[in-house]
């Protein structure tokens, strides 16, 4: 089987008026299959860009893109869009969910997109609000969940097309630590389910929770490491509900 994710020589130059900015200068990275990967960096530092080529989002001035095998560094758009909608499931910071459809409806999209018929597209989000936890909230609007459920639903998008790859941009940046913790648990759930998680963050206690981190600096990538990723649910489990803190201390003489 070949590396899940394949880059040689990846770099991104956009023309800015009369200025060229180099977001990615050269970058060599390969991903394997089932695996979890932190992406960090200072804004600027060209992680975003990254992950907008892994996902198909974007194409690379130059270099070798390989996506499970497949060369899609000069695909058209319509072939991006089907590579995406086949292999990559998006988990954005500010959720993007529709905000007049229910729970369902919004983790039932993609398979419209994908001419999914209605009775199977219902079966498969209700599988996947489960799988987060949100069982019995399916007809719930965003405005009537938690930033974590809104979250939660967003992660249940991605999954329901049954996509090898999550990709995660900033998934716990809008979140309280607690929350943060139960996200990274459902991330790393769905890594022991042979799913490849790649996201990118800003806060290094949540790279903790991968099994790779990468570092980049001004379009290039500085660090490569490996580690034993901590368990998440076991920090869910210790960590104090928002306002707990606050709530004792005001208690005390």
Known sequence: MPPLVEMRGITRTYVMGDNLVHALRGVDLTIE???????????????????????????????????????????????????????????????????????????????????????????????????VGLEGREDHHPNQLSGGQQQRVAIARALVTDAPVIMADEPTGNLDTKTSYEVMTILQGLVKDGKTVILVTHETDIAAYAKRVITLRDGVIVSDKQQEPLDAAAAAALAKPPGAAETVQAGQP
């Open 33 to 131: 299959h089932g695996s979890s990967l932190a992406i960090m960096g200072t804004s600027g530092s060209g992680k975003s860009t990254l992950m907008n080529i892994m996902g198909c989002l974007d194409q690379p001035t130059k270099g070798n893109y390989l996506l499970n095998g497949r060369d899609v560094a000069r695909l058209s758009r319509a072939q991006l869009a089907e590579v995406r909608g086949r292999m990559i499931g998006f988990v954005f910071q500010s959720f993007n969910l529709l905000s007049r459809t229910s729970a369902l409806e919004n983790v039932e999209t993609p398979l419209l997109y994908q001419g999914i018929p209605a009775k199977d597209r219902h079966r498969r989000a209700m599988e996947a609000l489960k799988k």
